[in-house]
């Protein structure tokens, strides 16, 4: 069998978080459940209603095209995009073909280099509903419902080149564009609520033919995961029907989540099918380059930025990055801990102090213990009881022996549960660390009473008895006693 190459491109749609919809004051809800809410004369596509362009939407878009390395066009203009769904209530969509709004930008993703093509910006459809049959007091027939609530939001869509090879690209890409996107809060980019659609257009072809195969485009698809499988599966499909003397057609594709599979839909429309013409209801748009630049000014610092600064600044290893990185407010928390332990108030602060243990510190204990709480809540850092000034306080404790890490867990859990300060809640459940020479002495000359055969192993240079014996002495001590001056004590007195 020849060998094949894979050939991708992506389609993305994004709505936009704006406060109103893209020609219309209607609100811009998608946590809506109410069908046909917010819906004005105007996004109804009533006759003699007029759109007037959302200034915000345009702002977002270009800062999306501006973080993603793209030209921005000065002089823009929408059209109109000539195709009937139930749910387009005018019977047609206002878009933009010639002239998008962004051009020939570039993501990073793993070592390659995707080409963007074009961000333009457009209205959504609304909605189709179809129920089972015979439901809500309906005939026993076929129907549909209309929900035009999501009719006119604003909506971004994102070319690429054809620059990605394998699923795996599919994943990636989609997986930092939806990072990106939340960082610059243009949408939030949820695809299970339809923030973020995802199609694929992809083609095989045997290795050394230098046209493209018949390209073939996938929607419905409803993750990231989702994108990725229907990938896989279409081109094992593909190179099935070649093999096998069959022909590929261009058409459109959906996936089947259940059975695990794309389906044909329809034969893929050109670009001559729409009958595009400049919107005449609308002005063009025209960016000046101040207006550009002061948007450029307000872009935050970007996922790809983050990651670099938080190892080189903090020392982290790439795992604790990531995590810090994909959940930014966790980051943000993360920083602002840090930024309470370099205070003068902290007593581990100053010129001797080492930032870079008391970060690792201060990460491993969010990522491991704090983060799976705010899972379990559904909540953000800055949403629970323990401020940054308290979590740094309870990280100067942990760090300076003050408790184990038996009782720093059991602290922890009283402050996520009353918000109290870490010095109240040790003393009322009495989880200081016992470090004095006089009471862990105790503790370890009982653990040496009762242990006679660990002594002797230790003694018989058995190594790891010695770690029987610190065992010991915690278990005395209810998990109390410092572990390392446990062990140094042991090993003055078993010399």
């Not at 074009?118 to 049959?133: F, N, Q, S, V, W």
């Not at 026993?140 to 999501?150: A, I, M, T």
């Not at 001797?352 to 491993?364: C, E, I, R």
């Not at 867990?409 to 402050?415: E, I, S, W």
């Amino acid at each position: 069998m020849p060998e094949y190459l894979t050939t991708i491109g992506l389609e993305i749609h994004v709505e936009l978080n704006t406060k109103t919809k893209m020609f219309c004051d209607s609100r811009n809800d998608a946590l809506e459940k109410t069908p046909n809410t917010n819906v004005c004369p105007i996004c109804m596509g009533h006759p003699g209603t007029l759109p007037v362009i959302n200034r915000a939407a345009i702002e977002k878009i270009i800062a999306v095209g501006l973080a993603l390395g793209c030209s921005i066009e000065k002089h823009s203009f929408f059209e109109r995009k000539n195709y009937f769904y139930p749910d387009l209530p005018k019977g047609y969509q206002i878009s933009q073909f010639q002239v998008p709004f962004c051009r020939e930008g570039k993501l990073h993703i793993h070592g390659k280099t995707i080409r963007i093509e074009r961000i333009h910006l457009e209205e959504d459809a609304g909605k189709l509903m179809h129920p089972p049959t015979g439901e809500a007091g309906m005939p026993g027939e076929d129907y549909s419902l209309v929900d035009y609530n999501r009719a006119g939001v604003p909506l971004m869509e994102l070319v690429t080149h054809p620059d990605l090879s394998e699923a795996e690209d599919v994943r990636r890409f989609a997986t930092e564009l939806q990072l990106i996107l939340r960082y610059l809060e243009a949408s939030d980019a949820d695809m299970e609520k339809g923030q973020m659609r995802v199609e694929v257009n992809l083609s095989v072809r045997p290795k050394g033919q230098k046209e493209y195969g018949t390209k073939v485009e996938v929607k419905n698809i409803n993750s990231i995961s989702a994108a990725a499988k229907s990938a896989d599966y279409e081109v094992k499909r593909q190179i099935e029907t070649i093999e096998s003397g069959g022909t590929l057609v261009q058409e459109t594709r959906g996936w089947d989540d259940v059975h695990q599979k794309t389906v044909s839909q329809r034969i893929k429309e050109g670009s001559a099918d729409y009958r595009y013409f400049p919107e005449p209801d609308l002005p063009p748009i025209v960016l000046t380059d101040e207006e550009i630049e002061a948007i450029r000014a307000s872009l935050p610092e970007l996922p790809a930025a983050r990651r670099v600064r938080f190892a080189e600044e903090y020392g982290l290893p790439q795992a604790d990055v990531e995590i810090l990185v994909v959940f930014k407010e966790l980051g943000d928390y993360f920083e602002e801990v840090v930024s309470e332990l370099k205070s003068e108030d902290n007593p581990l602060s100053g010129e001797a102090a080492d930032y870079g243990k008391l970060a690792k510190t201060v990460a491993n204990w969010l990522i491991t213990q704090l983060q799976p709480k705010l899972f379990a809540a559904s909540a953000l850092p800055h949403d629970t009881k323990i401020t940054p000034a308290a979590f740094a306080d309870f990280v100067v404790r942990v760090v300076s022996g003050q408790v184990g890490s038996s009782a720093a867990q059991t602290l922890l859990q009283a402050m996520w549960e009353t918000g109290e300060d870490p010095e109240d809640i040790i003393r009322e459940k009495d989880l200081a660390q016992v470090s004095d020479s006089v009471s862990l002495n105790l503790y370890v000359e009982d653990a040496i009473a009762q242990s006679a055969k660990i002594v002797a192993d230790f003694k018989a240079g058995k190594a790891p008895a010695l770690k029987a014996l610190v065992g010991k002495v915690m278990a005395l001590s209810k998990g109390k006693a410092n572990p390392q001056l446990a062990e140094e004590m042991l090993r003055e007195k078993l010399k």
